[in-house]
C-alpha cells in the first residue's frame, strides 16, 4: 500500500482494480477472440492487397484494434480517483468528474450496497436517494455527502443535480484517511468507517440521542421522540410552495410553520394539494417553487440532514410484503443508521406500542389494512423523529388503532417533537391539533386554532366540520345542488 502523503497537499491516488476484475476478465477474454478472429481476416486482406493504400489501411485497423485492446476498453473499467490539494478527481474510464474539498460535508464507507434502486456498475444519477453512483461494484463503496448540491454531467446532453456520490475504491480506510487530511481546516468534514453491511446511508442519529430515555407514562409504550438541539424556533418552516403538474397549479403559495411540541392539521376537501404539499415537505417531490426547512435544515439543500429529523407515513404507506413486521421495523433502523445500542429493545416497544407483538414474525402480506398503517407507523418512528409528518392517519384503524394514534401524537407533543398531519376526519384534528390550516385549491384560506377558525368563519358555536364546510365553499354548493333537485 503506498504510504500516506508526508505533508498535506501532496496528490494520492486510489483504484478500484480487485474488487472488478472478474468483469475485466469477461472483457478481456472477449477482445482476445475478437484479436484471433481478425487477426488472420487482416493477414490474408494484407496478402490480397497489393496498393500501398490498402496496406496502410489494412495496417491502421490492425494498430486500432491493438490500441482498443490495451487501452481503450479496459479503460472503462478503471475508476481512478485522486485526491489533490483543494479537489477530489473521480474518474470512470474515460469520465471525469471534480469535487472541490471544501464542498465535501461527510465521507463515510458502505461496504455493502444492498439497496434495491441503486444498480452497483456504471454511471447514473438515482433521483430517490439523490445520489450519483460510479460505481462498477457493490463493495468498498465510500458516499460522499456535499455540503451545496454539485452539478455532474453524466452524459453528453444531461448534467445532473447531486447532493451525494458513491464511488469504490479499494483501499476504503486509505481513502478515509488521505481525506481526512488533505481537508481544509484539518477537517471540516466528518470522515467516517461505520460498521459494515449498511444500505446507502439516509441519515445517522446521534449518540446523545440514542442514549434518550424512554419516557415514562406513555400511553403507547416505549414510543420515544427527541426534540433535535436546534437553535431554531421552528420544527416545519414552509414558505410560498408551489408545485405544476403540467400547466395545472395543485399547490400555489402555501406557506406554513409548526413549532416543536406542536401538531399542526392539515385539512382540505379531496384533490386540494394535501398529499402533494407534504410529499414536498417531506423531500419526494420537488417543488416547483419555494423552501421547506425542517428544525433549519433545508430539505433540498441538506438533505440528510433534514431528513434524519423526519418520519413520514404516506396515505398508503410503503411496506414491504415479504418481510416480516420485525424485520420492517429492523430495515427501516437500518435505513436511518439507528445506533444498534438498545435498538431491538426499542424495536420489541414499537412493536407491542402498536399492538403488533402477536403478528411481528408474521410476513407483512398477512396483515390488514390498518395492521399495514401501523407497522408503517412503527417504522416511521424508530429514529425517533423531531417531526412526523402523517398522511391520513386514522384511515383503515379501528377506533383502538385511532385512539392509538391520537395517544402517539400527544406523547411527542409532550417530549418536544412535532407533527404535520392531514386528516378528513374533522372531529381527530378537532380533538388533537393545536393549530390547523384550511387548504383548498392549492391555497391555505384559513389557519389557527379552532377557535380562531370559528371566528374567522363567524361561527362561534359550530363545530369544525360547519366551519370547514363554509371556509371551503362546499357547504354552500352542496346546500344548492340539494335545493336545486
Ligand atoms: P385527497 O384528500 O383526495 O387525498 P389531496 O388534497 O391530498 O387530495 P393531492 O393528491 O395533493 O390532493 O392532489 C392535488 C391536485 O393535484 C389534484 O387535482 C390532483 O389531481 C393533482 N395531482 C396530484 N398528483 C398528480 C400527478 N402526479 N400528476 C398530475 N396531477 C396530480
Known sequence: ???????????????????????????????????????????????????PTGRGV??????????????????????????KVDKLIIRF?????????????????????????????????????????????????ILIELKKPQRFRVSLFRPVLASRVLINVDELERFLDAL???????????????PAGIVVPASALSEAESRRPIASGLASPGIAFARPDTATDWALEAQSLEKYYGSFKAVDGIGLKVRPGEIYGFLGPNGAGKTTTMKMITGLLRPSGGQVRVFGRDIWQE???????????AEHPLVYDRLTGREFVRFSSE????????????????????DLAAAADDLIVTYSQGMR???????????????????????????????????????????????????????????????????DRGR??????????????????SNLEQVFLALTGHGNDRERVFTAR
Not at 481526512?180 to 461505520?194: F, I, K, M, T
Not at 435505513?335 to 402498536?354: D, K, M, N, S
Open 1 to 51: 500500500m503506498p504510504a500516506l502523503p508526508a505533508h498535506p497537499g501532496e496528490d494520492l491516488a486510489f483504484t478500484y482494480h480487485k474488487k472488478s476484475s472478474d468483469l475485466r476478465t469477461f472483457v478481456y477474454g472477449i477482445m482476445v477472440l475478437m484479436v484471433m478472429c481478425d487477426v488472420p481476416v487482416f493477414v490474408l486482406l494484407f496478402l490480397y492487397l497489393k496498393s
Open 58 to 83: 489494412v495496417l491502421a485497423l490492425i494498430a486500432l484494434e491493438l490500441l482498443a485492446l490495451v487501452y481503450v476498453l479496459p479503460s472503462l473499467l478503471l475508476m481512478r480517483h485522486s485526491i
Open 93 to 141: 474510464g474515460i469520465k471525469k468528474w471534480v469535487i472541490p474539498l471544501g464542498n465535501i460535508r461527510t465521507a463515510s464507507s458502505v461496504n455493502s450496497i444492498r439497496s434495491k434502486g441503486l444498480s452497483n456498475f456504471g454511471v447514473h444519477y438515482d433521483r430517490e436517494q439523490d445520489v450519483l453512483c460510479v460505481l462498477s461494484g457493490s463493495k468498498n463503496a
Open 180 to 194: 481526512r487530511q488533505q481537508l481544509p481546516n484539518g477537517g471540516d468534514a466528518d470522515v467516517s468507517v461505520p
Open 303 to 313: 438533505p440528510l440532514a433534514a431528513k434524519k429529523l423526519l418520519g413520514y407515513v
Open 335 to 354: 435505513l436511518y443508521r439507528t445506533p444498534r445500542a438498545g435498538l431491538e429493545e426499542r424495536v420489541e416497544q414499537l412493536l407491542a406500542g402498536f
Open 373 to 439: 398503517r401501523k407497522i408503517a407507523l412503527a417504522a416511521a418512528v424508530v429514529h425517533r423523529p423531531g417531526l412526523l409528518v402523517l398522511d391520513e392517519p386514522t384511515n383503515g384503524l379501528d377506533p383502538q388503532g385511532a385512539w392509538m394514534i391520537k395517544n402517539l401524537l400527544r406523547s411527542l407533543a409532550e417530549q418536544g417533537a412535532a407533527a404535520l398531519l392531514s386528516t378528513h376526519a374533522l372531529e381527530v384534528a378537532e380533538n388533537i391539533c393545536d393549530r390547523v390550516a384550511i387548504i
Open 444 to 461: 391555505i384560506v384559513a389557519e389557527g386554532t379552532v377557535n380562531d377558525l370559528k371566528g374567522q368563519a363567524k361561527m362561534p358555536e
